[in-house]
């Protein structure tokens, strides 16, 4: 069973921190994604990479960046955290990233920003 | 426009109706398509795969349209546990990523 686990379930921030989430899956998986989700807007992909070291923007980049380091392991970083990227923060992986791939999902870290 | 298009409910049905839920895609070269599941402050798992010919797993039954880019997904004998919110997803050829819709959520009563 694939596990992907997040360093935190929620998280309380002031304007101005450095935030870092932590995201490690356990399936030897090659692509990995952050994606944050708010109310009437879905999920909305942040960052992805599809190898060690590699990454890609994807539709809301801004304010945000991650680092791949080791293969396992998907850090987002909000350099500056500011009242509105206040969201739930979703971590997901899969295997290749392959059209018929399954994306498998963290429980989720709420970050609320004050 | 949204590329992938839910009515976000709510839907409310008793225990045992049928209820079936639309999606409408815009990208004509959408290549994937599947209903995701996501319960109450729980991370989206996958339901199921949306083949082009239609495709069942016990209750529920997914339908996918292309010619007029629409995905159904229809659920027989609803249960309280059916009760979440059901994310059309597409996998777009153009940009190798998925397109999560806002969601679709269903409330099953006794």
């Known amino acids: 069973d694939v596990k992907v686990t997040q360093s935190s379930r929620y998280l309380v921030k002031r304007t101005g921190e450095k935030v870092f989430l932590e995201c490690v899956q356990d399936?030897?998986?090659?692509?990995m994604f952050w994606y944050r989700q708010d109310p009437g807007l879905g999920l909305r992909l942040i960052y992805f990479?599809?190898?060690?070291?590699?990454?890609e923007k994807g539709d809301i980049p801004e304010g945000y960046s991650v680092s791949r380091e080791k293969k396992e392991r998907f850090s987002l970083i909000l350099e500056s955290a500011s009242t509105n990227q206040t969201s739930m923060y979703l971590c997901?992986?899969?295997?290749?990233?392959?059209?018929?791939?399954?994306?498998?999902f963290g429980p989720g870290t709420r970050l609320t920003v004050l | 426009r949204k590329e992938v298009e839910q009515d976000p409910g709510p839907f409310n049905v008793p225990e045992g109706a049928t209820v079936a839920f639309n999606c409408t895609y815009s990208?004509?070269?959408?290549?994937?398509f599947f209903w995701y599941r996501q319960d109450c402050r729980k991370e989206p798992k996958l339901l199921m795969s949306v083949y082009s010919s239609g495709n069942e797993d016990g209750r529920f039954t997914a339908q996918l349209n292309r010619a007029s880019q629409y995905i159904s997904l229809l659920i027989r004998d609803s249960k309280l546990s059916d009760s979440a919110t059901y994310l059309c997803v597409v996998f777009s050829g153009n940009t190798g990523k998925l397109i999560f819709g806002q969601g679709t959520t269903l409330q099953v009563k006794p």
């Open positions: 990479s599809y190898d060690v070291k590699m990454k």
């Open positions: 990208n004509s070269a959408s290549q994937s």
């Open positions: 399936m030897d998986h090659e692509n």
């Open positions: 997901a992986s899969s295997l290749s990233g392959g059209p018929s791939d399954t994306q498998y």
